[in-house]
């Protein structure tokens, strides 16, 4: 284990389990972002992590981001990031 990997908890072994490729630096309801800032949103298909074009973010948390220069996203009904109105 290499810090930032990813591990997914499997129900049926009641073990936490490596998924690859990926390493993330936070994860929050189905979202990660890595060191770059890159946005990921889990898919229960692949069972990996898979990135979302067009969004960098420095925190993510429960349906909300923020870049790095502080502007505010919200995670629409598309379950796209769209920014709002202010800064943080």
């Not at 349906?63 to 502080?70: L, Q």
Request: charged residues 20%; aromatic residues 12%.
């Amino acid at each position: 284990m290499l810090p930032n990997d990813i591990f997914l908890f499997n129900e049926s072994t009641q073990l936490f389990e490596q998924i690859t490729p990926g390493k993330l630096t936070q994860v929050a309801g189905g979202y990660g972002i890595d060191a770059s800032g890159d946005v990921f949103e889990f898919s229960e298909v692949t069972q990996h992590f898979e990135r979302i074009q067009g969004v960098k973010l420095a925190q993510i948390a429960e349906g909300w981001g923020i870049n790095a220069s502080g502007d505010i996203f919200e995670i629409d009904v598309n379950n796209k990031f769209v920014q709002v109105p202010g800064n943080l």
